[in-house]
């Protein structure tokens, strides 16, 4: 079995007014972070235009959907794209670069078993977090293939999928506007 990880850095930001791949958190980017989280993985693909500073290329593998800004769908479709040709049993763990605990979040799925078609987090409030997962890769292959992925919506996507949901209170909080940053304790100049 081969883990792979695709993390999405790629989005526009436009609730927090900058890229949200680059705010820095204990003294790493929100990309960085994510980053870390997925050490030991056979690849990761980040998705994102560009690198912060604190990542090395060497440890990533950088594409990004095209034409730009298509969405987390997209995105996801471009993550795979990069991975090396589909083997039985690998799996796909997808991140959100803004994720506020990506390690926990990590830690947390690898622990958890398997579902048909994969694991995901489930929020406070009950909803399965799409992107905070580990799936079998021929199941979101499957799920981001043969529609057009551009703005396509992640839950429509996803939710087809069997998935194992795994509770996560306050794992899947994710930083999407300066507020959410402020109160995780991201310095905002």
């Not at 993550?79 to 796909?92: H, I, K, N, S």
């Not at 991140?95 to 506020?100: F, G, M, Q, T, V």
């Not at 839950?155 to 930083?175: E, I, N, Q, R, Y």
Request: proline share 8%.
């Amino acid at each position: 079995m081969r883990r792979f990880a695709i993390i999405l850095g790629g989005g526009r930001s436009s609730r927090m007014g900058r890229h949200k791949r680059a705010l820095l958190l204990e003294g790493r980017s929100m990309l960085g972070r994510a980053v870390d989280a997925c050490t030991g993985r056979a690849a990761v693909i980040a998705v994102t235009p560009e690198l912060p500073d604190d990542v090395r290329d060497d440890r990533v593998l950088r594409t990004y959907e095209d034409p730009p800004f298509g969405g987390p769908v997209a995105g996801i479709a471009a993550g795979l794209a990069a991975l090396p040709p589909a083997q039985p049993d690998d799996e796909v763990l997808l991140l959100a670069c803004d994720l506020a605990t990506p390690a926990e979040v990590v830690a947390t799925l690898d622990a958890a078993p398997l579902g048909p078609d994969g694991v995901c987090l489930v929020d406070e409030a009950g909803y399965p977090q799409y992107l905070a997962a580990r799936y079998r890769r021929d199941a979101v292959e499957a799920a981001t293939t043969g529609q057009e992925a551009r703005n396509r919506s992640v839950k429509a996507t996803m939710a087809t999928l069997a998935l194992h949901h795994v509770p996560g209170p306050g794992l899947s909080v994710d930083l999407d506007t300066p507020d959410d940053a402020a109160a995780a304790g991201v310095q905002l100049l």
